[in-house]
Structures are given as C-alpha cells and as structure tokens.
C-alpha cells in the first residue's frame, strides 16, 4: 500500500510541476523557437551571408563587392542620428556619405545623450528589424515600404551628397527588381542581407572605432566627453552588448513570429501587393528558394577556397 501511494504521490507531483506557469512558458518558448523547415533554410543563408561578408571584408580586391552595402549602413548610421534629432527637436542641416566609408550628420540642438547613441544602436536596431522580416515574404515587403520612406527623408537631408543619391536609387532599383523575383523570395533573402550586414558593420564599427582603438571623432569619444563618468572603451562595450542582443532578438522574433511554410508564404504573398509570377506553384517558389541556397553554398566555397589560396 505504501508503494502505490509514493507512485499516486509522484504522479501528483509530475503534473503539478507540468501545470506550473513557469513549465507552461518554457514548454511553449522552446515550441515557438523551434525552427520549421524554411526557418532552417533562413537560418543556414543567414549563417551563410555571415561567413561570405567576414570574407569580403577583410579580402582584397573582391571586398569591393559588397562596398556599396556598407555605405547603406553607413546611411542608416546617420540617419538615425537624424530621427533621433527630430524626436528631440533638433534641426538637422544636412547628412553626408563619403567614399571612404565614413557619414556625417549636421545638426543644431536635440539631446547630445540621445542623439550620440542612436547611430549605432540605431542603425543596429534596423538591421535587427531587417533580420526578423527576412523570415518571411510579405513581412519582407513591408520592411520594403519602410525603408522607402526613410530613403526619402534622407534625400530631402542629403539632397546636395551626390553619393547618397547614387546608393539609394542604386538600393531601391535593386530592391524593386527582386520584389518581381520568385514571388517576393528574391526580395527576402535581400533584406535579410542588409539586415545581417547592417548588424555586422555596426559590431565591427563598434570594435574598430572605440574598443580596439581609440578614435577621437567617434561617436564613443564624443559621447564619453560629455558624460565624463566613463572612457569611450566603456561605451563601445556597452553598445557592442546593446547590437549583439539586437542580433540576437532579430533572429528569435523572425523564429517565433513567421512559422509559415514556403508555400504558404507563396500564398500569402499573391494576396498582398502581388506581382507577376505570384500567383505560380508552391512547388516553383520551392525550386527558387533551393536553387538560391545552392548558389550561396557553392559562391561561399569559391570564397573560402580563394581566401586560403591568398
């Protein structure tokens, strides 16, 4: 008798613990972050676009390939330190992109402690949002769309820098050329790149201008001097903190916000903004996504193969 009411005892126990609210979310957060078939796919380019850009960057020659992408993210470096003047009612005189990979944002007025901050955990912050929307078609179009209008503010603020027109009608050609491409897939997979390259430059930018070395034009320094508590080192490594969980947070919405398959995505996307082509097969959107990730493995294996012959 002692026995069975220890089993009826541990049973008891068993589906306490089960229907305990922290089991319950744990249950859940680990169903809701387990990727399905197409979020591995998103998964492995992205994993991808990390290897092949820390490869460009870094190689002679061939980095000129994805020179135009940094200075996009340049682009977004400044332009948040602009929205974030507006929202703190400064006036902003003019954002400037140069060819050496470096921005200016003019301004008089706002928060020094808001505006400073804002260009890399800004620009962080998108790339993050980019991140989490290439996981799905027409959240892909919608990211799109807003990036059209940011694109237009900074024209009106960069309208006399001949290199921010350049880039950003390059960037929306681009864009409104893979939105007609596999349904909205091609357009996907190339936001999910700029996001994925904006989040890497902002890391870098982070380690190169304030922790490994200390620059007295960076934003760090900057900010350091008006603070006077800490050295800009400091702040580079808060905000280095601050971009990774960006990263990190951009990738687990994408995983627990757009569960869909391939070809529902397919479905969804010839309801929304449809172009030509939307309305093909399931099957045709599946070829596309595999032919692209069998382009990005072997463009991948040509760079590590030309990386360890220089």
Known sequence: ???YESVYSLEIARRTFEDHPIYLFAR???STLTPNETQRNTLIVAACYILVIAILWHVPYISFIIYPFKLL???FHEMSHAFMGVLTCAHIHSIELDPDEGGATRMSGGIPWLTLPAGYLGSSFIGACLIACGFNTNASKVASLVLAVFFVFT???ARRNWITWVLILGMSGLTVMFWFVGGGVALRYFVLFIGVMSC???LWDVIDDTISRKVNGSDAYSFSEICGCCPSQVWGVIWLLVAFAFF????LVGLAAFKQSAAQQAT???HFIPVPGSHSSASKILSTEASSLSILAAT???LLVIVQAW
């Open 1 to 3: 008798m002692p026995h």
């Open 28 to 30: 859940d957060a680990k």
């Open 73 to 75: 993210t340049v682009g």
């Open 155 to 157: 024209l009106w603020w």
């Open 200 to 202: 890497m430059y902002v």
């Open 248 to 251: 990190a947070g951009g990738i």
């Open 268 to 270: 969804d996307a010839s």
């Open 300 to 302: 991948t294996s040509t």
